[in-house]
């Protein structure tokens, strides 16, 4: 029987999500109302374009020669362990081809929904909005429970982790609550990577089309200065960092 899910767009070579060149699926539906979310139109579960698994693996198929030599496919969102039946589906459908995947989530959804997934895929880059409880729930309209929970459980099934953190200015850009993130995970050995993503307003359009208030307008991309020094917080922990200069990915809508 065919497993279906709603897909809000896809990237056919992403250089941005996960090891290599990828395909980058980005499902649609998310709980999270994040302040600075640069692809609003996918918070709606009734949106997007429905399709199988094995449409969507005959697609990916069709770029096996660029995907297999280092990279794969990432699953996106929105928050794809929202569909957690249909990314499960995906995975091994994938792993049966012999394709890398990994989920792109902020491991909102509780263990019992999302735990097969996380067992079945490569790797997981999970999105830590905030390690303050009132903080994730100010930036996102959600606390930080099941994320951390999410980490906890890799760590239990030795699943590798890039932690993802957006840098925010006057939210999360701060030295005290980056030394604590850093310090923190410190004590997952599955941690390989750490992401630091430069907050920006490049999406801000977009909430503007759907006339909605972009709530951080009058916040600045963090300085060259104040990024080097979040770099270093990490690295003195002796965390492997990644510093991403985000923009807007090319995304192509599914139809």
Known sequence: MAVYGTIHSVETMGTLDGPGL????????????CRYCHNPDSWDFNGGTRMSVEE?????????????????????GGEPLAQAPF???????LKEEGIHTAIDTAGNVPL??????????????????????RQAFS???????????????????????????VLVPGWTLDETRLSEL?????????????????????????????????PLKDVKSPTGAELMRSRAIFEEQGHTVLM??????????VS
């Open 244 to 253: 991403t200069t985000v923009g807007e990915t090319k995304q192509t809508k």
């Open 182 to 214: 850093s310090h923190f995970l410190t004590a997952f050995s599955v941690v390989k990577t750490v992401e630091l993503l430069p907050y920006h307003n490049l999406g801000a359009y977009k909430w503007e089309q759907l006339k909605m208030r972009y």
């Open 139 to 165: 930036l996102t309209g959600m606390g930080n429970s099941d994320t951390l929970a999410t980490l906890a459980y890799c760590q239990a099934i030795g699943k590798d982790v890039w932690i993802r953190h």
């Open 112 to 133: 019992e929904l999302s735990g097969a997934v996380l067992r079945e895929a490569d790797l997981i880059l999970l999105d830590i909005k905030s390690l303050d409880e």
């Open 56 to 76: 969507l693996v005959r697609d990916i198929l069709s770029y096996r020669s660029f995907i297999t030599k280092g990279g794969g496919v990432t699953i996106s």
């Open 87 to 93: 990314v499960l589906a995906l995975v091994r459908a």
């Open 22 to 33: 990828r395909y980058v699926i980005f499902m649609q539906g998310c709980s999270m109302r």
